[in-house]
């Protein structure tokens, strides 16, 4: 057989990738046989394209169902796309606005029919992008949040939260994006890193039948024609005089009150708010208190209106009647000046507008009690968090929930099912379809005479988010009549066969800035309609930032392009390179140097490949030389296995990688194959190769999950394989015994070697020449086994034991053994070899001292676990050990 001399993954990806398709291996089916294993993905945006932030979270995923599959479960990582309302209207607009179409000449239908067609063009690239990353989704499952039977179930749970009282509508002040012409909710306005300056502009308002003058200070001056009132501190002393007082507004002398409100901070500005109430939240809750007029003066598209009552600033754009204003009102004699401060200042997350607060009758669902389950199940761990640390953000989220605004001035989207028959405000019904809402209508009305013509559907769309968090339960068809009684509004088990065996799905993987938009209200809503957890496991993984911490981003042009790393330098090096970094929750510091490094780790395993299939095998030889290094690589895997076992359970998948790195790189690799590695020219025995082959088998699973593309390539190079023996659906390897002696005495022997290997570049002796060993150890029976190691891995002639210092050599101290290499007279540079060993010295007694430190600390012996104290104590006694040894060897050299 003809072997590359690189690995090159171009050749084998696709291949690969295309042969698990046709096989089949992706699709879980419902089998009472196995246990099931399910993932939902976070569905990207149909807009999407894949990022740095995909790779990481994708990976991980694709690591976790590709374990749960050779671990004999049914395993099932159902992909979707979001429909993402804004995002795709948008970019839906802005390809219209190329070919010369507005928005505002088509008709809803008209404008879908291109919303969908640009769906179908560009809708999933991003997952034919997450096929190149290796991502062995269930493709047949692939969801969309608009498909059919998914927008039905979204229409069926608003009709039924609605019919539960959670749903309402109402005149309140909401969030509004003048760019996308939309509400957007609370969670989806976002603030800089850090507060911005701003400008607090200061005025002065004329009293009523008064000489006297107050001093307001805002950092919204083109919001003074709306102003209803003028609000004090009570308790504040210097305007106690002036409550109940009547102020008057600049340029139009319009009357206001001044009022006492506990909410004006004394210390703040002035200690004189002016209150706006239709263009700030806080203002608003002072006007319902104050039951003041509400003035709305800047219009749904960011410009001051008729409302404001001067002509020349009507149609005026907001920021640019704030300047024009401020200009005015100095000519007028009101402007006093301005300070700086800091502030944060909200931004729509989709447009980056400055969010404009405005009072919007809208759809709402009521938070408080529908949450109230799904914040208790992770304070308990019901629904586990990782890492725990956002335990405390999920908690102030749920503490602090606020009714959830769900209406969006889109059309790309679920269009809200209520149904208008007549002017009043309370003259609508709510139904799945226009059919239902007929029947509905007349009754409510008492007009049987309605039509359907009669009808007209809320223009208004859901929010994009109101329809994911539904996404564990509708992927399985939860909400089909077949197994949805829409008089209780739950779920029935026993009725939907997928949905009964693959929910609870399993784990989520996600990232901590959706963990209130996505997570907690897939909690909200798989409690409400099924009574259990949608998942038991919350995996939050960290950002992906450049080396200088910023977020990776297309705008600051510090993020690679996925797709042209894994075309340069391979999937599998991707996939580690992103995960050698980031445990959970942690920020990944992205450095190029660890998806280099996952690429030289492809070509070492490449080569070992190589290596062994390129042995002769046969001769006279049983192996028994071998014997040795078989037992310990045997025992050293099922330690490895175990500890990488432990980090699985705790969902430390970057520590599971890490550990298999070394074991394949530094135990397999480097140790064992060199261990057994016969001579130039000569077989290796039959006993040993097929062992080696099992060996490599082994950890070709364990890293499967990893790095899938190079362990099907080589395990299907290995031996001979059967139709549909592939390692994706190999069976995950069982930890075995390890024996603990050998793991450590190995330990020893590695270094040994590797000094003796340092000594011969550090002195200049030539790697081909024979030197003889002396060792005195107090347990020499724990060499008797490596011997023969030894001299084949450090070119030994002769290996002694002795209980005295031999004289005329150069040596080294490991642990409390010594080991002496004769040498020839006046071969020693005495003043060097002191040297040596006053540096060693000075560092282990500098160990010592860090190790004691730890063990004198009564916190961190209180605290610690009881392994971890015990090896500290190791430590402390094998530096001790050191020292004694080392201060007597250099009391023999003076």
């Not at 007082?245 to 002016?274: Q, S």
């Not at 690799?669 to 290796?684: R, T, V």
């Not at 200049?764 to 891995?793: R, W």
Request: net charge negative.
């Amino acid at each position: 057989m003809s072997l590359s001399t690189k690995y090159n993954p171009n050749e084998i990806e696709d291949k690969w990738y295309a042969h698990w398709m046709d096989k089949g291996y992706f699709h879980g089916k419902v089998n009472p046989q196995k246990e099931p294993y399910s993932i939902v993905i976070p569905p990207p945006n149909v807009t999407g394209v894949l990022h740095m932030g995909h790779m990481l979270n994708n990976t991980i995923q694709d690591v976790l169902i590709r374990k749960a599959r050779m671990e004999g479960k049914e395993a099932c990582w159902v992909p979707g796309t979001d429909h993402a309302s804004i995002a795709t209207e948008a970019k839906v607009v802005k390809m219209l606005r190329e070919k010369g179409i507005k928005k505002s000449d088509l008709s809803r239908e008209e404008f879908l029919t291109h919303a969908w067609e640009w769906k179908e063009k560009y809708g999933g690239i991003i997952l034919e992008q997450l096929k190149k990353l290796g991502a062995s989704c269930d493709w047949e499952r692939t969801a969309f949040t608009m498909d059919e039977g998914y927008h039905k179930a979204v229409l069926r749970v608003f009709v039924d939260l609605y019919n539960k009282g959670y749903i309402y509508r109402d005149l309140r002040m909401v969030n509004w994006d003048v760019e996308a012409q939309t509400t957007v909710s609370n969670e989806e306005v976002i603030y800089a890193d850090q507060d911005e300056v701003s400008k607090l502009y200061k005025f002065q308002y004329s009293i009523k039948d008064s000489d006297e003058k107050v001093i307001i200070a805002t950092q919204r001056p083109e919001t003074i024609l709306g102003d209803a009132a003028i609000a004090v501190n009570p308790k504040d002393e210097r305007y106690k005089h002036l409550i109940g007082k009547t102020a008057l507004v600049p340029f139009v002398n319009r009357e206001i009150p001044i009022i006492a409100d506990d909410y004006v901070e004394i210390e703040f500005g002035t200690g004189c708010l002016k209150v706006t109430p239709a263009h700030d939240p806080n203002d608003y809750e002072i006007g319902l208190r104050h039951n003041l007029e509400v003035i709305d003066t800047i219009g749904f598209d960011g410009n001051l209106n008729e409302n404001c009552g001067v002509p020349k600033y009507i149609g005026m754009e907001r920021f640019k009647a704030r300047k024009v204003m401020v200009k005015d009102l100095e000519e007028a004699g009101y402007y006093i000046g301005f300070e700086e401060f800091t502030t944060r200042i909200g931004r729509s997350e989709r447009t980056n507008t400055v969010i404009e607060p405005k009072l919007s009758l809208q759809w709402f669902i009521k938070m408080k009690e529908i949450s109230r389950t799904a914040h208790q199940v992770v304070m308990n761990d019901e629904v586990e968090l990782l890492p725990s640390k956002f335990k405390n953000t999920y908690h102030h989220w749920m503490e602090n929930v606020r009714d959830w605004c769900i209406s969006r001035q889109l059309w790309w989207g679920q269009q809200i099912p209520a149904y208008f028959y007549g002017e009043g405000e309370n003259d609508f019904v709510v139904a799945e379809t226009a059919e239902e809402a007929l029947v509905l209508a007349q009754e409510k009305s008492g007009n049987a005479q309605l039509t359907a013509n009669d009808l007209k559907q809320d223009e208004d769309v859901l929010d994009t988010w109101a329809s994911s968090w539904l996404f564990p339960m509708a992927v399985f068809n939860g909400f089909d009549d077949s197994c949805f009684d829409r008089e209780t509004g739950k779920i029935i088990k026993g009725k939907n066969a997928e949905l009964d065996y693959f929910y609870p799905t399993s784990t989520l993987v996600t990232a901590p800035e959706i963990l209130f938009f996505w997570v907690a209200r897939m909690i909200i809503a798989g409690y409400e309609y099924t009574d259990e957890k949608p998942f038991k496991h919350v995996y939050l993984t960290g950002i992906v930032r450049d080396k200088q911490r910023r977020k990776m981003s297309k705008s600051l042009g510090n993020s690679p392009d996925p797709l042209d790393l894994i075309k340069e330098l391979g999937a599998d090096a991707v996939r580690t390179g992103m995960l050698f970094s980031s445990p959970a929750g942690n920020d990944l510091l992205y450095d190029e140097k660890l998806v280099e490094q996952g690429r030289k780790f492809a070509n070492k395993i490449w080569n070992a490949f190589r290596l062994v299939k390129g042995w002769e095998v046969g001769g006279s030889s049983n192996g028994q030389e071998n014997q040795t290094a078989v037992r310990w690589f045997d025992s050293r895997f099922n330690a490895a296995l175990a500890e990488i076992e432990d980090h699985f359970s705790k969902f430390r998948i970057s520590d599971a990688l890490m550990t298999t790195y070394k074991l394949i790189w530094t135990d397999f690799c480097s140790w064992y194959l060199e261990m057994i590695k016969p001579a130039f020219g000569e077989p290796i025995d039959r006993a040993t190769y097929e062992v080696t082959l099992n060996f490599f088998e082994k950890i070709m699973k364990v890293l499967h999950p990893f790095m899938p593309f190079i362990t099907e390539e080589i395990w299907s190079e290995l031996r001979e394989r059967a139709e549909g023996q592939d390692i994706i659906v190999s069976t995950w390897p069982i930890i075995g015994g390890a024996d603990e002696a050998l793991n450590k005495q190995s330990e020893i022997v590695f270094e040994l070697v590797s000094n003796l290997r340092n000594l011969r570049l550090s002195k200049g002796i030539s790697p081909n020449k024979k030197l003889d060993l002396a060792i005195k150890s107090e347990n020499t029976e724990a060499y008797e086994p490596f011997i023969n190691i030894i001299k084949k891995l450090a070119n030994i002639d002769q290996l002694t034991y002795t209980d005295e210092k031999v004289s005329g050599t150069l040596g080294f101290v490991i642990k409390s053994d010594e080991f002496f290499i004769p040498m020839e007279e006046g071969a020693i540079d005495v003043e060097a070899e002191k040297a040596e060993i006053l540096k060693e010295l000075e560092y282990t007694k500098g160990f010592l001292n860090s190790v004691m430190k730890k063990l004198n600390n009564e916190r961190f012996v209180a605290g610690a676990p009881e392994q971890v104290i015990a090896k500290e104590k190791a430590k402390q006694a094998d530096a001790e050990g050191k020292i004694k040894v080392l201060e007597e060897k250099l009391n023999g050299l003076n």
